[in-house]
């Protein structure tokens, strides 16, 4: 290609909305133009990347022995109210009607339509295992679009879905598509490790993450470096801590005055005792039903442990009328002492001695509380891990990084058979519920971590196997008839060898062409 007819329209200033460096390089170097908030047009030398990179998927999975197919974008509700997700996905579904007035969406994830294609087309065990993908564009009226294409509204995705008699068969596919999503990573140059993740609206038994290591990611990533665990902040276990050899003796409770007191810091200081001999109560509402959630006073409470043990569909904070229903206090001041509502421990909560709690009271405390004798509650891991906090697999320090979600693989098993009836005969006659995994990556999205990780000032720093060009001949005098015939023989030669080469044709300084070859990353 010659540079003189590329559409490569860059940019010299960083443009205003670009707030992580591949946001900034994508639309530095001309791949990409923003439609809309979180819509994006990729142009020509973008696109040669985001092709490049399906490849590399393409290719990795069908040598895992999945098949590709092609699922329409626009979806028809009813797969959706079967599966009972039409309203469990909310305002981030593109909704729209017909002229019918039949209800559609833009497909946000396709496992119901992908469940209801081979529950038509499969009915004996002979079809079994089965595993169709597609790379397809998906859309999520996200909140608050962000970071470029890494929380976009409109995203290219490679969604795959296998299907087996049983949960044995099931385990098969999943490490299947471990590897294959390995290999994709390695060959796509990532720094990324493997964490245990929450299955959130998708269900099933266990999933796990591809997460990119990143100061910008949006994830917060727990791991170990003595043994490998990894999970998600949301699904990191945090350990019970080791009861003391010589139990503390249970105090008599005692209410104190503590005015205006209202967070842990102010009350620390008043009592002048440790946050970790206080527990804070909050209220929250599940499904609208309020509930009491407990955590030590120098840990953060997880609401996406608190769901699912709860295994509400929402979960909120309580606003400050509804903890004064509760509580009969101002916000500040809850206690499990006396609450007519469900409480739940963290392990913590549950292994300390005289706590710290409030009194359901305003500007009122209560010390020496003990769970058992002066209140009840089911314990469950409902906190945040730490820096530094125990390893549940081997014990040693736990570490907190920022990962950038590029892959995301789930064991759904028969959520969504069930609802659909997706079933198959098995050897006997006998009709069963096939057994379902579901397997995303992000492309638009792997593209973006994969610059995140390779930039310097000058521009990107393309991994070759995607380098949308893998050489560029710069002569440095195009008025030169000797430079540029052997310039030309060059890019001649390179063609015939299937070299994919830019020549740089343009009557400019070798200064400024020597700056967009950096830019762009050849």
């Not at 995705?157 to 299947?176: N, P, Q, V």
């Not at 509760?326 to 549950?350: M, Q, R, Y």
């Not at 292994?351 to 709690?357: D, H, P, S």
Request: proline share 4%; net charge negative; hydrophobic share 40%.
């Amino acid at each position: 290609m010659y540079f003189s007819k590329m559409f490569l329209p860059t940019l010299r200033e960083v443009p205003a909305e670009a707030e992580i460096n591949s946001h900034k390089w994508m639309l530095r170097a001309g791949i990409m133009r923003k439609l809309a908030s979180g819509i994006y047009s990729f142009l020509p030398l973008g696109l040669r990347t985001l092709k490049k990179i399906e490849n590399i998927v393409r290719e990795e999975m069908d040598k895992a022995g999945a098949q590709e197919l092609l699922m329409s974008a626009l979806l028809p509700a009813e797969s959706y109210r079967e599966s009972g997700r039409w309203d469990v996905f909310g305002p981030e579904m593109f909704r729209l009607k017909d002229r019918n007035d039949r209800d559609f969406c833009l497909g946000p994830t396709h496992e119901e339509i992908f469940t209801e294609t081979v529950k038509n087309g499969v009915r004996s065990y002979r079809g079994l295992p089965l595993i169709l993908y597609q790379i397809q564009t998906k859309y999520r009226d996200e909140i608050r679009p962000r970071f470029g294409v890494m929380r976009s509204r409109e995203f290219i995705m490679k969604d795959a879905y296998s299907f087996d008699r049983d949960e044995a068969g099931l385990d098969i596919s999943y490490k299947l598509m471990d590897k294959a999503y390995r290999r994709i990573f390695d060959r796509l140059g990532l720094e990324y490790k493997v964490v245990e993740a929450d299955s959130g609206a998708m269900g099933g038994s266990g999933s796990q993450e591809f997460m990119v290591i990143s100061d910008i990611g949006e994830d917060g990533i727990a791991y170990c470096q003595a043994c490998g665990y990894g999970a998600n902040e949301e699904k990191a276990s945090c350990m019970p801590p080791p009861k003391d050899l010589l139990s503390e003796e249970e105090l008599p409770v005692e209410k104190v005055l503590t005015p205006n007191i209202h967070t842990i810091s102010e009350l620390t200081g008043f009592l002048g005792c440790e946050p970790t001999k206080m527990a804070k109560t909050l209220i929250f509402k599940a499904d609208d039903k309020p509930v009491a959630a407990m955590v030590r006073g120098d840990r953060e409470l997880n609401e996406v442990k608190l769901k699912n043990v709860l295994g509400c569909t929402e979960l909120e904070i309580a606003d400050a009328e509804s903890v004064r229903m509760v509580t009969n206090a101002e916000v500040g001041f809850a206690g499990p002492i006396g609450l007519k509502t469900k409480i739940i421990a963290d392990h913590e909560v549950a292994q300390g001695k005289n706590l710290t709690v409030g009194a359901n009271e305003t500007d009122h405390h209560l010390i020496n509380v003990n769970i058992g004798r002066d209140f009840e509650a089911e314990i469950h891991d409902i906190r945040s891990i730490a820096e530094g906090d125990a390893c549940p697999c081997c014990g040693q320090s736990i570490t907190l990084a920022r990962g950038i979600e590029v892959g995301h693989i789930f064991k759904l098993g028969t959520k969504y058979s069930k609802a659909l009836n997706c079933n198959y005969s098995d050897e006997e006659g006998n009709e069963r519920q096939m057994v379902m995994g579901c397997y995303g990556i992000g492309i638009n999205r792997s593209m973006a971590a994969v610059i995140e990780q390779n930039n310097d000032e000058q521009g990107i720093i393309w991994p070759m196997e995607i380098a949308p060009y893998h050489v560029i001949i710069v002569p440095v005098n195009v008025l030169d008839e000797t430079v540029m015939n052997i310039a030309q023989n060059m890019y001649d030669k390179l063609i015939e060898s299937n070299v994919e080469v830019i020549l740089d044709d343009r009557n400019e300084r070798a200064g400024v062409k020597f700056n967009d070859a950096d830019l762009i990353g050849i």
